[in-house]
């Protein structure tokens, strides 16, 4: 029974650790020199980037939709109701952690494009 838990953390603790250079915490890659504030630049465009909501309506309103949409398709492909509930859940799931990840990379664009305001070069 361990191992099963662990199995289930897993992937969880995988994701977690993928996200360490995205999002708010985003470093830019620059094409040429960088001058002696960079330091600060980053940390306050990062802190901007922070500030912006990761978790809102929409992702409430992409949790309903992804449970529907799976509740609906599970029903209508195994013409029973048993399973109707995980994938409603499974599906909610999907559709909340969609659009985290693109809040997520919303907040890379905004780590860029205010790097790129204070003058950097940013290539990516």
Do not use: H, W
Request: aromatic fraction near 4%.
């Amino acid at each position: 029974m361990p191992f099963r838990k662990f199995s289930l953390i897993l992937p969880a603790l995988l994701v977690a650790g993928a996200c360490t250079n995205t999002g708010a915490n985003y470093q830019p890659v620059v094409d040429g020199p960088v001058g002696p504030n960079y330091n600060v630049d980053l940390q306050q465009c990062q802190q901007l980037a922070a500030s912006q909501a990761s978790v809102d309506g929409s992702t409430a309103g992409n949790a309903a939709i992804g449970a529907v949409g799976a509740a609906a398709v599970t029903g209508i492909v195994q013409d029973s109701s048993d399973n109707l509930g995980r994938a409603a859940v499974a599906g909610a799931l999907v559709g909340a952690g969609a659009d985290v990840i693109n809040k997520n990379q919303n907040k890379e664009v905004l780590v860029r494009n205010c790097m790129r305001g204070r003058g950097y070069n940013v290539v990516g």
